[in-house]
């Protein structure tokens, strides 16, 4: 799958899918309505805690997992439940849980669309916290979607050359 035959609505659905089962399955966290925003974007919105990373191969974009304050805390909390943490590592705890579930749902839907033989290959999730916007390039093609729950939102990115 090239990026020029990339199903851009349908890939950013199947991330969509595999972020609410994940939420629902594995965090017992219900998503209540999911929005697309297919139309492009010129400014990316940013929530209170946002993880993103680049993918190259078959796929050549950067994806991002924008959270709410209440929502991302509510993931850590979930994803940590049954470690020890200690006190001064909570916050960098919550910096890798964003990760960690970028990691897992793009691992996820990168490995049903792979062609046999090619791989993609994804760099190192980065997170940034309380960062505000970020501005589009006129080569780049941004299209989201937000999954509301009972917590706040999570808004997912995806940008790709045109």
Request: aromatic share 6%.
């Amino acid at each position: 799958m090239s990026e020029e035959r990339l199903d851009a609505a349908g890939f950013l659905k199947a991330i969509a899918g595999r972020l609410d089962d994940f939420l629902k399955d594995e965090l017992a966290i219900e998503v209540s309505q999911t929005e697309y925003h297919l139309g492009d974007h010129n400014r990316i919105e940013l929530r209170y805690l946002t993880s993103l990373l680049g993918v190259k191969g078959q796929v050549q974009m950067f994806i991002l997992f924008s959270f709410d304050k209440l929502l991302i805390q509510h993931v850590y909390e979930a994803y940590t439940a049954e470690l020890t943490i200690e006190d001064d590592e909570k916050e960098l705890m919550m910096d890798e849980t964003s990760g960690d579930l970028l990691n897992i749902v793009i691992g996820n839907v990168l490995s049903t669309i792979s062609k046999k033989g090619k791989r993609n290959t994804v760099t190192p999730p980065l997170t940034l916290t309380d960062a505000k916007n970020l501005v589009r390039h006129r080569n780049a093609t941004v299209k989201s979607a937000d999954l509301l729950t009972a917590s706040g939102l999570v808004s997912i990115y995806c940008v790709w050359p045109k």
